[in-house]
């Protein structure tokens, strides 16, 4: 059942071939199995899962059908769920039990999709490999010495080994995609707006979003729709129809024109990586799309702005937790000053710290004009780049991390090293656009993502693109061995 795509387990459910509660036991069961190794969930919630899913069997007994209805899933511990722990990765949540849910998490479960837990992920989301938790590493599936990526790593882990089907995850720079790309995934970062960030503990604001890592663009397809659209609980939620993105995934491709950038197959690229992700788009040309060399030519200005950028809203945002009016409050304190100060030294860790402090200084009087707003100007020839190669192109491909998973313990010492694990992913946040990942094939034994960039609000048609690949490989059936 674990190795079925959510299309297959809903057919399932709706012969009666397996009823909801059957499903989720199961990968509860998986969960427990080999979550032990894989350390993918931060916390499991079987009690909440099994009545939701003895609530799901009944609706359908009841007449009612949707995609989700009955699903399990799996939610990034970034989501605020009600009355159960919301940690984010960080000691400073370790004991918050959300009072409400999140927008995501309220509109997967109106649709009936099953709760298993929370997944692991790097503290606050910050990091590529998820090493930076506070419930410790999670493991690649296919290699358990090696990291998952990050941020969303535990979701990652989770719907690769088949502990969970789908997964939600969340992005500021590529937690989404490059973990994804990591384990063999497909994940989606859809367009800034499109779906609620209400519950979703702020990391930074202009770029966080939410989305889905599933096992195939389809799953993808069926899931999207139920997380997408307005909510008046975010400002920033886009108020514009849902598109139904099952409804567009079977047309052919032809006459569609996909970028090539000509920076992204330089310097920092594995050559194993790049070789594959040439044949994958070699894959789409024979599909019938015509290829079209572009250039960003700022494209190397992203980490350094997204390094500025990210970092000075995470301080503005992180402020909260004070140990008063949110988070860790240390024990036994001589003053106020004290109280802030030692809750904030033991609730966050070094990651964390390292970006507030580099958040406080891009934004101090002084260091303004030279960071900050010259990040932003940056971050302006950015979106520029983009919105002239949408003149040009309907879509662009490329890889979606320069390597393959890499050792648990590497690039913790360096975080320059660690950064450049986003190189072809943050410009895509800071520019507001959607995104994709798509396994492409394997370098050194490991998945190796195809990077799928579209114009704003084309999640459909980066989703139709994606399915028509996977209708013509089977990258995104292989699974890892040592999780049959
Ligand atoms: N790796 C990036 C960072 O550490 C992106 C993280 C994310 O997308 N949440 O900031």
């Not at 939620?237 to 491709?253: G, I, M, Q």
Request: some cysteine; hydrophobic content about 40%.
């Amino acid at each position: 059942m674990h190795t079925l795509s959510v299309s297959a387990l809903g057919d399932a459910l709706r012969r009666g071939e397996v009823s909801s509660v059957e499903l989720t036991a199961h990968f509860l069961d998986r969960i427990k199995t080999h979550d032990r190794t894989l350390n993918s969930f931060i916390t499991v919630t079987d009690d909440i899962a099994l009545a939701d899913a003895a609530r799901a069997d009944e609706r359908r007994r009841d007449g009612s059908d949707n995609p989700l209805l009955g699903i399990p899933i799996a939610h990034k511990d970034i989501f605020c769920t009600r009355g159960v722990r919301t940690s984010c990765g960080s000691r400073m949540l370790d004991t918050f039990i959300a009072p409400y849910d999140a927008t995501v998490v309220k509109r997967l479960r109106s649709g009936g999709a099953v709760m298993l837990g929370k997944t692991n992920m790097d503290e606050f989301a910050m990091g590529s490999s998820n090493q930076t938790s506070w419930y410790g590493p999670v493991r690649n599936p296919w290699d358990i010495s090696r990291v998952p990526g990050g941020s969303s790593g535990g979701s990652a882990a989770a719907v690769a080994a088949g502990l969970a089907p789908i997964a939600t995850g969340t992005e500021t720079g590529g937690s989404i995609r490059q973990p994804a790309a990591l384990t063999g995934l497909t994940g989606l970062k859809p367009t800034y707006g499109r779906v609620s960030r209400y519950g979703m503990v702020a990391f930074a604001s202009s770029l966080d979003q939410a989305g889905i890592l599933a096992r195939s663009a389809e799953d993808i397809a069926l899931s999207l729709g139920a997380i997408a659209g307005h909510d008046p609980n975010d400002s920033t939620s886009v108020n514009r129809p849902v598109e139904d993105y099952t409804k567009t995934l079977e047309s052919d491709l032809s006459g569609l024109r996909i970028g090539v950038v000509k920076e992204q197959f330089g310097h920092g690229l594995d050559s194993e990586v790049g070789a594959i992700v040439q044949d994958a788009i070699s894959t789409l040309e024979r599909l019938g799309v015509s290829l079209v060399e572009i250039s960003l030519p700022n494209s190397a200005l992203a980490i350094p702005v997204y390094y500025v950028v990210a970092p000075a809203e995470a301080s503005s945002n992180l402020s909260r937790y004070d140990g008063v009016r949110f988070g860790h409050r240390a024990a036994h304190p001589v003053d106020i000053e004290d109280l802030f100060k030692r809750s904030r030294s033991e609730g966050f860790g070094e990651e964390v710290k390292r970006r507030i402090m580099i958040g406080t200084y891009v934004l101090s009087a002084g260091y303004y004009d030279a960071y900050y707003l010259k990040a932003q100007q940056v971050r302006r020839l950015i979106c520029a780049d983009f919105a002239q190669a949408f003149e040009q192109v309907d879509l662009i491909a490329g890889p979606t991390s320069p390597f393959t998973a890499f050792p648990i313990g590497e690039k913790m010492d360096d975080p320059v090293a660690m950064y450049l694990c986003d190189m072809y992913t943050a410009g895509i946040n800071l520019a507001g656009l959607p995104a994709l990942s798509a396994p492409a094939g394997f370098a050194h034994d490991l998945p190796a993502g195809l990077h799928l960039i579209g114009d704003h609000f084309r999640e459909g048609l980066l989703l139709h693109v994606a399915h028509q690949y996977q209708r013509a490989t089977d990258w995104h059936l292989k699974r890892p061995l040592r999780f049959p």
